[in-house]
Structure formats: C-alpha cells, structure tokens
C-alpha cells in the first residue's frame, strides 16, 4: 500500500531564511506532484517530478527526486510572507493505475 | 477556459439524507479523483476512475458511490449522509502521465 509522509507538518521561520520540506513514500513512484493551497482555496500545481534525479526550480522553491531514496523535497529559498501556505507533495504508484496519494501537508508560516 | 467545475460549492444537509456532487471537466482527461479533505488529515482519495467505464476504490470508499458517467464528467453520491461526512471535497482530474492534475474549486458539506 502506498503511503506518503511529509515533515515538518508545521514550519514558522522568519523571512529571509532558507528551509527544505521533505517527503518520503513508501513504494517504486514514477511521478510526484508538489502544490500549494491557500486557506479555503483549490490546490495549486507548482511542480511534475516524472524521474530520479530530476530538479525543478520556480522562483523561490526548488523540488528534486530521489526515486531510489524514495524522497522528494520541496526547498525554500529566502523566504518571503508570500510563501506561507500549506504544500502538499502527492505520489502515483509505479506502472499502476492512476491512484494519486497525498502527504498530509506541510504548513508554512512565514514570519515578516 | 473552465477546467474542472464542481457543484454544488456549499451544501448543508440532515442526517440520513442523499446528495450527489456533480464534476466536470473540460480538458478531455482520461483521470478524474474525488478527494476529501478535513483539518490535519491532508486530502484522502475517496475513488477515481482512470479511464471512462472504470471506478475503483481510494483509501476512504465507505458510504460513498461514484459514477463515471462519460468522458467528461464523474459525480460522487452521499446515500446516507453521516456527521463524519462533514468535509471539503474536491474532484480533480489528470491528462496523460507525467501532466499535472488539475483541482475543482472545492464543496464544503455539512451534515448535520
């Protein structure tokens, strides 16, 4: 059974700091999604992870794959007050259907 | 371009009542999931269907029922409403592999 687990589940830090999101399944995954979801919002696509080694930046953030680890992380850099918000990292079973599981969540607060 | 569209947005209903929340998508995806989100559990797949014609269970299937009713179109049904079926639900739907999936605006239901 795949089974997702993110840590931290809640993170304050100060603006201008950098910090890492961290998430780990526990079967073979071709595919991992990051998004992020504002309160009493839909969920946001931020990245597509589709193979080991593959890294994506956009703006602030950075997620790579480690498929061998079984673990992906989602990097913050320089944070600003824009950034706190809940991110969620959802994984698809390897050469299986299409059943997306979640990770709780992490939820970032950003202190100005 | 409307993407996925989930109605109703809000709905309160008594114990013991029925209901079905209705999801479309306009961006012909094969992929559509009901999720279910309630506070510290992140989002729980509740069924998806990977292709038209076939349904099959997520974590949390119980005391629901889904149909998959065409391409485009893919609705979740309460028969029996219950007070833990108090949640945010959310109907997403997915392309090909290695595209992003795509989340509806959300239904807040409250039984009561």
């Known amino acids: 059974e795949l089974k997702v687990e993110q840590n931290p589940l809640f993170l304050s830090m100060q603006e201008g700091k950098n910090y890492t999101i961290y998430c780990n399944y526990s079967?073979?995954?071709?595919?991992l999604y990051w998004y992020r979801q504002d309160p009493g919002k839909s969920l946001e696509s931020l990245f597509v992870?589709?193979?080991?080694?593959a890294v994506k930046q956009e703006g602030r953030l950075m997620a790579s794959l480690d498929t061998k680890a079984r673990l992906s992380t989602l990097h913050i850099t320089a944070a600003v007050h824009d950034l706190s918000a809940t991110y969620f990292c959802?994984?698809?079973?390897?050469?299986?259907?299409?059943?997306?599981?979640f990770g709780k969540g992490t939820r970032l607060h950003i202190l100005p | 371009n409307a993407g996925v569209t989930q109605t109703p947005k809000f709905q309160v209903l008594k114990t013991g009542q029925s209901m079905t929340l209705q999801c479309a998508q306009d961006?012909?995806?094969?992929?559509m999931y009901w999720y279910r989100q309630d506070p510290g559990m992140g989002l729980r797949l509740i069924y998806y269907?990977?292709?038209?014609?076939?349904?099959d269970k997520g974590e949390v299937p119980n005391g629901y029922n889904v149909s998959r009713l065409n391409k485009r179109e893919f609705s979740l049904r309460l028969e029996s409403a219950a007070p833990s079926q108090t949640s945010v639900y959310f109907c997403?739907?997915?392309?090909?592999?290695?595209?992003?999936?795509?989340f509806g605006e959300g239904s807040w239901l409250t039984v009561v």
């Open positions: 997403a739907s997915g392309g090909a592999s290695g595209n992003t999936i795509y």
């Open positions: 079967t073979t995954s071709d595919r």
């Open positions: 992870l589709l193979s080991n080694g």
């Open positions: 959802a994984v698809v079973r390897m050469n299986r259907d299409d059943k997306i599981i």
């Open positions: 961006m012909n995806h094969n992929s």
């Open positions: 269907s990977a292709s038209e014609g076939t349904t």
